[in-house]
Nanobody, 118 residues
Framework: QVQLVESGGGLVQAGGSLRLACAAS????????MGWFRQAPGKERELVAR???????TYADSVKGRFTISRDNAKNTVYLQMDSLKPEDTAVYLC????????????WGQGTQVTVSS
């Protein structure tokens, strides 16, 4: 059974930092293309950052220069380092994995809440 479990969310003041982690089990993690999404109340889910199985990454314009996605295949874990956080970054953050680049995401975690206070 494939599982993605996020951790590291919490409450932080504007300008602060958080590091999210997503641990995968039940599959060959190194072959997965991973993404971090977020969903705020009343808003659509948006892709924040993604990283390919080979380590190439892309970011949403809203987080470029502030967030960094990385992966550790030995630990079956993908990370999202979030710096210079803003109140508008408040959302539930979810990790997801897909086997084919450009395809739909096959696997999803339950999400972790990030709240940034002003």
């Amino acid at each position: 059974q494939v599982q993605l479990v996020e951790s590291g969310g919490g409450l932080v003041q504007a300008g602060g930092s958080l590091r999210l982690a997503c641990a995968a089990s039940g599959l060959t993690f190194s072959s997965l293309n991973m993404g971090w999404f977020r969903q705020a109340p009343g808003k659509e889910r948006e892709l924040v950052a993604r990283i390919s199985w080979g380590g190439s990454s892309t970011y949403a314009d809203s987080v470029k220069g502030r967030f960094t996605i990385s992966r550790d295949n030995a630990k079956n874990t993908v990370y999202l380092q979030m710096d210079s956080l803003k109140p508008e970054d408040t959302a539930v953050y979810l990790c997801a994995g897909r086997l084919k680049p450009g395809g739909t995401y096959d696997y999803w975690g339950q999400g972790t809440q990030v709240t940034v206070s002003s």
